[in-house]
């Protein structure tokens, strides 16, 4: 495998203006996300033809170039499940790949099998089994090893071929432009991100509207505190504690302590900094409180879960793709509480294609049209 490694400004804009109006680029990067809430960037590799092109992000000081060549319409950027490394650039760069070729996604769209792998991608296309013996390397060390440099550089130099071979698929289908708008999709997901973190507590169905906003507001600070010193949510509180907080509100130290399944070290660091949040909370006006969220369906409203699924699965047959790459599993229930009367946000996905040969026929089948 042929790599170059790149360490300095003026080697990435020699090879960056070389490649300016590329058609595609297969990209993949390394990074760490051990004890941070961000990712830590440690490697960005590139491939245009036949080498691989392994941009040390440590060594750079401008890094423009990179963001000009991931926004640069006219060429196509190549990623292996895309969302970790999308989380990458949008940290490190402020900007997203775009356009955006996911080979996951693709794969699943001509129907060649749904979440696989990058390894085991190239294994059906290429007929190459490749090394994962620095999975789990250490890719903020420098130097970086030999072994981590090839193994880097297979992570992206095989994308070419298999990127080929899909887009070949997809255009004999006519589902390029799925496979390009479900990049965008994900892309622009991830940039309009607001949060709303509250939503995914597990039980957090049961708690009445004042106690739901506070837990949003728990919530909202636990997700700006872990941010401002870059740790994980659960290094701050953990789930478990928020939702405590939420239901129990306790107004002193000693309720706290009683109430709140806190470590010492949270008690300590932010403990007067919550029982001023909660303090905050108590006069919230009733028309600023969230609506509860819905609880667990019935059993007949499970029953028409199913048949949804039953569904969507005929669609997916229909259309040659795997049944899994159409709707996230909430997409289902949200379809059956919009049904319902239930107020329901419209995602992004439900639109373009998917909207009129999915969203829609299993719309009317709800309405009790037939699908």
Known sequence: MEWQLIESDAALRQVLAREQGSAVVAVDTEFMR?????????????????????????????????????TDSRTTKVLHSASEDLEVFQCWLGVLPEPLFDTQRAAALVDRGFGMGYRALVQTICEVDLPKGETRSDWLQRPLTEAQCEYAAQDVAWLLPVWQDLYDRCVAQDKLDWVLADGADAAATLASNNGEYYKRIKTAWKLDRRQLSVLRAVCDWREATARRVDKPRSWIIDDKACLQLAQYAPTSRAELRDRVELPSSAMRRYGDELLALLESQRDIPETLLPPRLPGPLQASQRQQLKQLRECARDIASQLGVAPEVLLQSRDYEALLRESMGEQADCPRHWRGWRGEVVIEPLRRLLAGDGP
């Open 34 to 70: 051990r004890n941070t809430f961000f990712p830590q960037v440690a490697l960005l590799q590139l491939c245009f033809s036949d080498r691989a092109w392994l941009v040390d992000p440590l060594a750079i000081a401008d890094t423009q170039p990179i963001a000009d060549l991931m």
